[in-house]
C-alpha cells in the first residue's frame, strides 16, 4: 500500500464524521500539523494531556486522534507559561500531528453515541427523531426496574461508581441518550416518551427537576460515556487500514474527578 498520510486518516474518519456536524462552536479537524505528513503510528484518546504527549514522544507517534479539542478558545499569544500553548509548543517541536473529532462524531450516524448504545447493548429507535436531533438516542428497551438499568450501566462502562436521581424500583421501557453534557436534551427525550435518562454532568438544578418530573437520570459522568472513544477510533483506524499502520491507545488518562 502507498504511504498513508495525515490527510488519509482524516478522509477515514471524516466519511463517517463530516467536520460540517460539528457544532457552530465547536473546533474539529487538523489542530496541528501538515496533511500531507506521512504516518506510520498513531495514539487515540480523550484529552490531549501532558502524559498523552510524552506517550507519543516515547513511542515516535507521528499523529495524535483525540474526541476533545486542544486548542477551544483562541489563543492570544504562544508561551511557555501558557499551559495549552505549552502543549502546543511541545507537539510542534516532537513534529507530532492532532487531529480532533468532537461534535461531528457524536453527531454521525455510527458515531460515539451510538458506539454507547452498541456498548451498552441497547438499540436505538431509528424512527424517532434523529434527523430532529443528531445528539440525542431514544432507545427501546424490556421493561425492567430502574435499578437494573443502573448497574447495567455501571457494570458496561467498567465504573467504580456511578449517580443516579429517581426511584430505583421505577418501571422503565424508553430510554434516552446523550454521552457526555447531555442534560440539554432532556426535555426533547421525555417528549419522545423516554421513562429514563442517560448522560453525563448532571448539575443540580437539572437533577432536582428530574425528580420533580419523576424521570429517572443516570449520570455515568462525562468521562464514563465519552472515554469509549479511544476503542472507536481504534475500530475506524483498523477496520481501514488494518496492519498498515500502528495504533495505540492512551490508557494512562482516568478520570480527573475522584470519590472517596
Known sequence: MDAITVKDIMDCIERLAPQDLAQDYDNVGLLIGDSKRRV??????????????????????????????????????????????????????????????????????????????????????????????????????????????VWHVKERLNLDTIRYVGHLDKQIKRIGLCSGSGMSFFDMAIEQGADAYITGDLKYHDAVKAMELEVPVI???????????????????????????????????LDPICTL
Open 40 to 149: 506510520n503510528k498513531i495514539i487515540v484518546g480523550l484529552e490531549v494531556t501532558n502524559s498523552l504527549i510524552d506517550e507519543a514522544i516515547n513511542k515516535a507517534c507521528d499523529m495524535i486522534v483525540v474526541h476533545h479539542p486542544l486548542i477551544f478558545s483562541p489563543l492570544n499569544r504562544i508561551v511557555e507559561q501558557d499551559p495549552i500553548a505549552h502543549k502546543v509548543i511541545r507537539l510542534i517541536k516532537a513534529d507530532i500531528n492532532v487531529y480532533v473529532a468532537h461534535t461531528n462524531l457524536d453527531m454521525a450516524q455510527h458515531g460515539l453515541n451510538d458506539y454507547l448504545c452498541e456498548v451498552l447493548d441497547i438499540k436505538p429507535n431509528i424512527e424517532i427523531g434523529f434527523e430532529q436531533n443528531r445528539l440525542l438516542r431514544i432507545c427501546d428497551v424490556k421493561q425492567q426496574a430502574f435499578k437494573q438499568l
Open 219 to 253: 449520570d455515568a459522568g462525562h468521562y464514563g460515556t465519552e472515554i469509549i472513544c479511544r476503542q472507536l477510533f481504534e475500530n475506524i483506524l483498523k477496520e481501514n487500514f488494518q496492519e498498515d499502520i500502528q495504533i495505540f491507545q492512551h490508557n494512562a488518562f
